[in-house]
């Protein structure tokens, strides 16, 4: 049972650069989430996904971009990296419906990035 | 717009001794509550989640309530052991942003001494 998977685990990029982390979970969720986690900062909301083809902005989306091109994949765009976005990225999903559904939410490992 | 605490932001203790940690959160219009681990370096691994109609969730030696009415969560830990050790996030879910959205808390970082 993969659950969320994240990859990589850890990536140096130089200012500009570009690059895409990756998230897919196999529980069939519909809602899935980007997240990143600075010291003393908290989880900070970048993007959010209701379902395949609908994403949404959450609190921090400059500098990102997503796709959801299918119910198992999530991946986040970094466009011209910059040192602010030096930061562990989470990836996390959730079944979320009407009635008595939980909705909990399963976080990936994390992707731990560094901006040079 | 909601937020949440959490106290005390970090706790020591000695191995074997019962322990609670503090989940607080200024609106009561919440869809769950969920209590969450973080050991260095790792993900986020959920613990509990209480859905708004119950008023605790139990595992192992884990136990959460829900109090709504006055905004409060709390985690018992029993017979704690050194690897209780790790951070432990709260998170509410807004009712008026239904799936939208969790609020974290900032944490407690855990300690428990041999």
């Known amino acids: 049972n993969a659950g969320v998977t994240q990859t990589p685990k850890f990536r140096i990029l130089k200012i500009g650069q570009s690059m895409t982390l990756q998230c897919t979970q196999d529980m069939n969720h519909n809602y899935m989430y980007w997240y990143r986690q600075d010291p003393g900062m908290g989880l900070k909301l970048i993007y959010y996904s209701v379902g395949a083809g609908i994403t949404d902005k959450g609190e921090v989306p400059n500098g990102y971009n997503v796709s959801r091109s299918t119910t198992e994949d999530f991946p986040l765009r970094l466009e011209l990296a910059a040192p602010s976005q030096t930061s562990v990225y989470f990836c996390a999903s959730s079944y979320t419906s009407g009635g008595a559904h939980t909705g909990e939410l399963f976080f990936g490992e994390g992707s731990r990035l560094t901006v040079l | 717009k909601q937020e949440v605490t959490q106290i005390p932001a970090a706790l020591s203790v000695p191995e074997g001794e019962n322990l609670v940690l503090n989940c607080s959160f200024t609106d009561s219009a919440i869809y769950n509550l969920q209590w969450f681990r973080q050991d260095p370096g790792k993900g986020l691994t959920s613990l509990l989640l209480i859905q708004s109609s119950q008023r605790e969730q139990t595992s192992g030696r884990l136990n959460a309530s829900l109090d709504k009415s006055s905004g409060r969560s709390t985690l018992y830990i029993a017979a704690s052991q050194p690897g209780d050790s790790a951070t432990y996030l709260c998170?509410?879910?807004?009712?008026?942003?239904?799936?939208?959205?969790?609020?974290f808390g900032p944490g407690t970082r855990l300690s428990v001494l041999p």
């Open positions: 998170a509410v879910r807004p009712w008026d942003n239904y799936g939208q959205n969790f609020v």
